[in-house]
């Protein structure tokens, strides 16, 4: 095991009503003007804005609205937000929604306090240096932003999905309430499996050092969001299936399963950064498509781990038998795993391939992912 400093300051509170409670744990860090951020108008026709606004007001803490956040969030509502939480001088940021909610409000945050253009922080040009407090109440489990300091944003101008990752942007208080998470759509659920065995493999596979019980935790939580998966597939009310994959997606991103391995890589988001940002399809079934494809080429660099893989989630043999085992249970689930599934054809390659050898630049990696290897991968993804 390598040494590491393990700190994550995001207190959760977890459980049924618990978005009752945002207005006190508000009041409790001093806050009295806040920036309410979320996607679409749904929250108030199904009572969860209605909920939440009565909890501000009860403890005396004013409110602006930012909504119409996307799915694949955009820097220009980055910007919008930011305008608007500089003109009110709120005291912070609410996210409530997923994890795209919380990803531009984390941005917002960073980029209020910042005198230029909030760009600057996910190019390198600046680093992230405050943020105005960021609070949150979940209505998606998937990205694992409630408990982590990363946020990513697509720059739909230059086409670029970057992120940018500090302390100063781990939410003060998370509320995951699984109950705000049943009208998730089928598509949307099996998305979210997808994104947090991702979340949970790039390391377990591509990382230097990686300690048997950091191998052991990246295999509970794909074993249980495969479990609970179907589970809530069969039965979307089932509140403990959907309480227990909300706090596994948790621990998929919280800095738990990394803590301790070292020499690790992310080039399944990295290619699908792409993907996103090029043909705006959801990150989610980007991954279920992007993930096979990079492990057929991959897995001869780490034979151990697959062999280790295929053995311990399915009950296979070998690493083909594993990967194929996930690649059909994509399949069965529904999430995509067929480049053609998400639209794209062998004539948007091209682009494809330079997009990501950009992120394969941003993300450092651009020795191994040359323009060569992305090819072969995306063509295996055809």
């Known amino acids: 095991m390598d040494n590491f400093t393990f700190y994550n300051p995001t207190k959760i509170d977890f459980g049924t009503g618990k978005e009752k409670l945002i207005g006190q744990h508000l009041a409790e860090h001093g806050i009295k003007k806040v920036l309410l951020c979320y996607g679409s108008d749904r929250i108030k026709h199904d009572g969860l804005f209605d909920a939440v606004t009565r909890s501000l007001s009860a403890q005396g803490i004013q409110f602006v609205e930012c909504g119409g956040i996307v799915s694949n969030p955009l820097l220009s509502k980055v910007r919008d937000g930011i305008d608007i939480a500089r003109k009110n001088r709120v005291d912070a940021v609410l996210s409530v929604g997923g994890g795209s909610v919380l990803d531009s409000s984390k941005s917002i945050a960073a980029g209020a306090l910042y005198t230029g253009d909030v760009w600057d922080l996910f190019i390198g040009k600046a680093p992230v240096e405050g943020a105005l407090p960021i609070f949150d109440i979940m209505t998606l489990a998937a990205t694992g932003s409630e408990m982590n300091g990363f946020a990513v944003v697509t720059n739909e101008e230059t086409r670029e999905k970057f992120s940018i ?3 100063h942007v781990h939410p003060k208080v998370s509320i995951v309430n699984p109950e705000l998470m049943k009208t998730v759509s089928r598509d949307y659920l099996v998305y979210s499996a997808s994104d947090i065995i991702a979340h949970s493999i790039e390391g377990y596979f591509t990382a230097k050092v990686q300690p048997h019980f950091h191998s052991r935790l990246v295999e509970a939580i794909i074993i249980t969001v495969i479990e609970t998966t179907e589970t809530l597939m069969a039965n ?5 299936a959907r309480a227990v994959f909300a706090w596994a997606s948790t ?9 301790g391995t070292s020499g690790y890589s992310y080039p399944n988001h990295m290619i699908e950064h792409s993907l996103s940002a090029l043909f705006n399809v959801p990150h989610g079934a980007g991954l279920s498509v992007v993930m096979p494809a990079w ?6 660099r780490n034979p151990a781990q697959f062999e280790r893989f295929a053995k311990n989630v399915f009950g296979v043999s070998n690493a083909e038998q594993g990967i194929a085992a996930l690649e059909k249970w994509f399949d069965k689930i529904g999430t995509p795993t067929r480049l053609s599934q998400l639209g794209i054809t062998e004539a948007d390659l091209p682009k494809t391939i330079e997009n990501v050898l950009g992120n394969a630049q941003y993300f450092g990696v651009a020795d191994t992912y040359t323009r060569e290897v992305v090819a072969d991968i995306l063509k295996r993804a055809l």
């Open 251 to 259: 621990q998929a991103l919280n800095g738990l399963i990394y803590a």
């Open 236 to 240: 979307p009310d089932d509140y403990n």
């Open 295 to 300: 492990m057929k080429w991959y897995h001869g």
């Open 165 to 167: 990752g500090s302390v």
